[in-house]
């Protein structure tokens, strides 16, 4: 009986762990201690340049690396589809 307790309870333990990172909507990618502001390209941020990041270390759903956030639907699209 023990055994199934504590099978049951390390169970739910992942669940909760893991159940964010399906959430994530097409193109996206869940990812642990990241800047809010750093974390994902934005459709329309300069090219080149210094950019501010905070240190706020989020974790949540973020474009993957090759795509960029759209401001009008918040979708990941490619950068010439922004």
Known sequence: M???????VALALLQCVFADEEDCDEGEVYKTGQSS???????????SGVKPCTYDYVSRCFCK?????????HKCVPKDEC
């Open 37 to 47: 502001t750093c974390g994902e390209h934005q459709c329309g941020e300069p090219e």
């Open 65 to 73: 690396d090759d795509l960029y956030r759209r401001k009008s639907d």
């Open 2 to 8: 023990k055994i199934v307790l504590v099978a049951a």
